[in-house]
């Protein structure tokens, strides 16, 4: 006797709508992991009269984006389709631009928050498409994703001003 057939996924959401959805979550996730490599690199790295400040902020941060790399995969195995996990994958969907080098700390934190803030208009930029087709869990997702990442950069901004 064949095995029986996997069920086809039928939570309410069209392929076409879930497809267009797992098309912005490999970027997120892209962008969020890229993010998350550069944090921790720029942790390791950081140096000047701000170490300890900033070594600590970025530990949490690279933490907070380690858990959230987990979230965003699982939300598109979810949705039926393979995450994407290789860095080459990563390096054709991310938005989020290399460090040339190793920047001093004051250009660590312009970095960071032009990273967390490209997270942020990634999950905006896909949020209506998973509103539009009724995905929830996908939109309280990106919303989560929104809010952190703009708090992040933020706190960023104001280790700058005077």
Same mark, same amino acid.
């Given at each position: 006797?064949?095995?029986?057939?996997?069920?086809?996924?039928?939570?309410?959401?069209?392929?076409?709508?879930?497809?267009?959805?797992?098309?912005?979550?490999?970027?997120?996730?892209?962008?969020?992991?890229?993010?998350?490599?550069?944090?921790?690199?720029?942790?390791?790295?950081?140096?000047?009269?701000?170490?300890?400040?900033?070594?600590?902020?970025?530990? &949490?941060?690279?933490? /907070?984006?380690?858990?959230?790399?987990?979230?965003? =995969?699982?939300?598109? $195995?979810? %949705?039926?389709?393979? #995450?994407?996990?290789?860095?080459?994958?990563?390096?054709?969907?991310?938005?989020?631009?290399?460090?040339?080098?190793?920047?001093?700390?004051? &250009?660590?934190?312009? /970095?960071?928050?032009?990273?967390?803030?490209?997270? =942020?208009?990634?999950? $905006?930029? %896909?949020?209506?498409? #998973?509103?539009?087709?009724?995905?929830?869990?996908?939109?309280?997702?990106?919303?989560?994703?929104?809010?952190?990442?703009?708090?992040?950069?933020?706190?960023?901004?104001?280790?700058?001003?005077?």
């Amino acid at each position: 006797m064949p095995p029986t057939p996997v069920p086809a996924i039928d939570f309410g959401i069209g392929e076409a709508d879930r497809l267009q959805i797992v098309d912005g979550l490999k970027h997120l996730l892209a962008d969020t992991y890229t993010l998350y490599l550069k944090t921790h690199n720029f942790h390791w790295n950081v140096t000047g009269p701000m170490f300890q400040t900033l070594h600590q902020l970025f530990m &949490e941060f690279y933490t /907070e984006q380690w858990t959230a790399v987990d979230l965003i =995969a699982e939300r598109i $195995r979810a %949705m039926g389709v393979p #995450a994407p996990g290789t860095y080459e994958e990563f390096a054709k969907l991310t938005t989020i631009k290399p460090s040339p080098g190793l920047p001093k700390a004051r &250009e660590m934190i312009i /970095e960071l928050i032009e990273g967390q803030e490209t997270v =942020a208009r990634t999950a $905006r930029q %896909m949020f209506d498409v #998973a509103a539009d087709a009724n995905d929830q869990p996908t939109c309280d997702l990106l919303t989560q994703r929104m809010q952190i990442h703009e708090k992040n950069a933020w706190m960023l901004r104001s280790l700058l001003e005077e």
